[in-house]
């Protein structure tokens, strides 16, 4: 199944949650959606999930529009929200199979899925406990098992790992690539960019509505490394056909230093090779080095000469979180 | 048992278990059997006090007491409950299940409905056997007990449909004022229905009955496809059932009417105190009304589903969610019987009955209540970035509630000259004067046709 968002703005009044936005992502694939806080994540899967209407644009399952179908693709699409009802008077069984009836399961096949289900995500234990006395993590899987109940196509999961302990999101991490082995298209929303890396095929990077960057994570990571500014989504359109220009690569270094922190950041600066430096509070000095790989010895002895106490020094791979950060100027975990 | 689960609608089993979950279920039925025996023990006491005789009204006094025992935990159990439970579950859209799964609103609202029934129907059962208990005390007859139980359980499958209705909205605000004007109006329904039941049960015609369920029945059905357009998702027809059974009911009317003038002989309706046209312009107000809580635009997918050929495409336009097409419709509802009223009474002053006969306050009203929902669309229009049916609001509070507080208050001040002239514009007019109502309609009119004949044009031209 392909999932095309086409053009899709969102307006609140006067203010533009979404700004005609596009990408597209397609079976068996988990697909990162990735930005800061409001930066219309929510809005654009809540659209999705057809619990909003677009201002204008339309997202097409398999060229069937949201706009015009919304049952059909209510049947195709399993939406897990961030948050779970709290409901004193319903147990966890009790939630999910009112959901697997009410998409229309039947008798032993309903029993099955059910079933299935709850071993899948590991409900068993908890299936009579009511949903107000659950912990975050266990509604998390409510959620997901929720969203599961009628075997959807589609899963568009908006921050499912917000509030989880290390060892929950570890096995949503496996939950959600089981269940893009299995065909299904997987769009997962989060700020905490380190869950996305591992998981997540693709990304598309959102920022104040509108599309940033998007594309597999090689090509993200490849762009990034090169330092090449965001490209707004018209522009990526008409330079298609345009030669790429290989910048210079950008590596990113971490030197640790006994004491003279401020002085080591004043020294680096003054090195035309240097575009940025960061200083922490162990005594460790980031920085930004557009040379090539052979230059950083040089670097480091030239530094030993100037008689700073450099203790250790480390070259850092890009990751998502540094993508997001090179592109934007969002607010991340 | 399974197969008949599965037949059953799953809000109606979603409802049930947690009906059997909630606390309040056995509070309530606490308070039902502790009740109902506390009023059976003081029955007892009065009989002790007076050798164990009942008098004539020892029945009726123990059968009353049972059934305002009844009506509140009916009213707790099966309108409050399920209405608050129904604004928690809507409360959130990312969790609001009527939009999550495939369910239709139909199939949400009869679910909602059944479940809250099958509660009634538990508690009239655990009424039963005290009302046994009532009979054979003397002073009510079965007859009597059965009618006035039916009548107490209509009203209270209307206030279960009601709020069923505010819940569908998802409103706390509209729940309060849901709780509190039932605390206050309900005992004083429920106080006339049992005094017109029990004591002139007889002298009730069975025509009377008839006309009653269909009034009855009118208000039900229009409440329950009113709750479908609510929960209908945004950009679909969702006004359509309404607009259709509105339209069904009006040309009911008129072919019950054409019917009484062949046969010379009042049926449903009685024509003689309450005209078809008072009928259609009531019905022609109230499309109006619901016009102007509506967008002004179709949206995409009612034109997508529209037919494609001019003439069912301008039928359906009129059918079709998008506050132009409602206003277009109240006015070809309403329009012949307003001329056809204006001709019979402009200036046949003498013609007139005296005070307020029903038709000239129903027709009346009615252009006003058109006028209003008139300039609450021309309103919206200014302000889109907020619910169409604040501009309603506005329009009626500053045209006709406004109008009315100062006129009470001038006529409390003995100033009724200016009463009488600020009434002028509302439907609360001292001598109802159609031409005055008409000409505000007309007012109004103007710059709502442009605006319906724009959305019209986008309409047909897809």
Redesign the interface.
């Known amino acids: 199944m392909k999932i095309q968002v086409k053009n899709l703005t969102r307006q609140f ?2 203010k533009t949650a979404v700004d005609n936005i596009s990408f597209e992502f397609s079976s068996g694939h988990i697909f990162g959606f990735i930005g800061p806080n409001g930066a219309g994540k ?1 809005t654009t899967i ?1 659209i999705m ?5 677009p201002t204008k644009g339309d997202v097409l399952f398999d060229g069937v529009s949201t ?2 179908y ?2 059909k693709i ?2 195709i699409i399993g ?1 897990m ?5 709290s ?5 966890v069984w ?1 939630y999910l ?3 697997a ?4 399961l ?2 032993d096949h ?1 029993r099955r899925t059910l079933q299935e289900i709850q071993e899948f995500t590991g409900l068993g234990p908890i299936r009579d406990k ?1 949903l107000n006395t659950l912990s975050k993590g266990m509604k998390q899987r409510v959620s997901l098992a929720r969203a599961l109940v ?1 075997n959807p196509q589609v899963l568009v999961l ?1 921050e499912p790992a917000a509030g989880l302990d290390p060892h929950a999101r570890l096995e949503l991490r496996e939950l959600l690539k089981i269940l893009a082995g299995q065909g299904k298209a997987i769009l997962l929303s989060s700020h905490i960019l380190s869950e996305l890396q591992d998981v997540c095929d693709g990304a598309v990077i959102i920022e104040k509505g509108k599309i940033l960057a998007s594309g597999v994570i090689g090509e993200l990571l490849v762009d990034a490394k090169h330092h090449k500014a965001p490209k707004p989504q018209e522009e990526m359109q008409q330079q298609e056909d345009e030669p790429i220009l290989m910048a210079t690569p950008i590596i990113t270094l971490k030197i640790k230093t006994r004491d003279k922190q401020d002085q080591l950041v004043r020294k680096l600066l003054e090195n035309p090779l240097v575009k940025h430096v960061e200083a922490n509070a162990y005594s460790e000095v980031k920085l930004e080095f557009a040379g090539l790989d052979d230059q950083i010895p040089m670097l480091i002895k030239q530094l030993l000469d100037d008689g700073f106490p450099i203790v250790a020094f480390e070259k850092l791979d890009l990751g998502l979180q540094d993508i997001f950060l090179k592109i934007t100027k969002g607010e991340i975990q | 048992m399974k197969i008949t689960s599965d037949s059953l609608n799953p809000v109606l089993i979603k409802d049930y278990r947690q009906h059997f979950h909630s606390k309040l279920l056995p509070i309530v039925m606490t308070i039902l059997l502790g009740g109902q025996l506390l009023a059976i023990l003081i029955t007892q006491l009065a009989l002790d006090d007076n050798n164990n005789r009942p008098n004539d009204d020892t029945g009726l006094f123990l059968f009353h007491i049972i059934l305002g025992i009844f009506c509140i935990a009916a009213w707790i159990l099966c309108a409050l409950q399920p209405m608050q439970r129904f604004i928690q579950e809507r409360a959130n859209p990312e969790l609001d299940f009527t939009r999550m799964c495939s369910m239709t609103p139909r199939q949400i609202i009869s679910g909602k409905l059944s479940s809250s029934l099958l509660i009634v129907l538990y508690l009239v059962s655990l009424c039963l056997p005290f009302m046994v208990i009532a009979y054979f005390l003397k002073g009510i007859s079965i007859l009597d007990i059965a009618t006035v139980f039916a009548s107490v359980l209509a009203i209270g499958i209307l206030m279960i449909q009601i709020a069923i209705l505010v819940g569908s909205t998802g409103k706390k605000s509209l729940a309060f004022i849901f709780f509190f004007s039932s605390i206050y109006l309900t005992p004083i329904v429920i106080s006339i229905d049992v005094a017109i039941f029990s004591k002139g049960i007889g002298k009730i015609g069975f025509l009377d009955v008839i006309r009653v369920a269909s009034a009855y029945l009118f208000v039900m059905v229009f409440l329950y496809v009113l709750n479908i357009a609510i929960l209908g998702t945004k950009y679909t027809n969702n006004i359509l059932p309404t607009r259709c059974f509105l339209i069904v009911c009006a040309a009911l009317a008129t072919l019950e009417k054409a019917l009484s003038y062949f046969l010379k002989k009042d049926f449903l309706i009685p024509h003689s105190t309450l005209s078809i046209e008072a009928i259609l312009c009531f019905i022609a107000a109230i499309i109006a009304t619901i016009a102007a809580w509506e967008r002004h635009d179709s949206g995409p997918r009612v034109l997508n589903e529209a037919p494609k050929k001019l003439i069912p495409r301008s039928l359906f336009f009129l059918i079709s969610s998008g506050s132009a097409s409602g206003i277009a419709l109240a006015w070809i509802i309403a329009i012949i019987p307003i001329i056809r009223y204006a001709c019979e009474t402009i200036g046949k002053v003498n013609a007139l009955p005296s005070g307020l006969s029903p038709v000239i306050f129903i027709i009346n009203g009615s252009i006003f209540i058109i006028a209003y929902a008139q300039f609450a669309i021309i309103l919206s229009k200014f302000i889109p970035s907020k619910p169409p049916v604040l501009s309603w609001l506005i329009s009626i509070v500053v045209l006709a509630i406004v109008p009315a507080v100062f006129a009470g208050i001038f006529d409390i001040t003995d100033r009724s000259d200016l009463s009488k002239f600020i009434l002028a514009l509302t439907p609360f007019q001292e001598s109802p004067e159609i031409i005055i109502a008409l000409i505000f309609a007309a007012v109004g009119a103007i710059p709502c046709a442009f605006i319906v004949a724009q959305k019209a044009r986008d309409f047909l031209k897809q």
């Open positions: 009044g006067a929510t809540k999930a057809t619990l909003d209407n706009v015009l919304p049952e209510r049947r939406y929200p961030d948050e779970l009802p409901f004193a008077d319903t147990q009790e199979d009112f959901y009836r009410a998409f229309g039947k008798g309903r009511f009628h908006d």
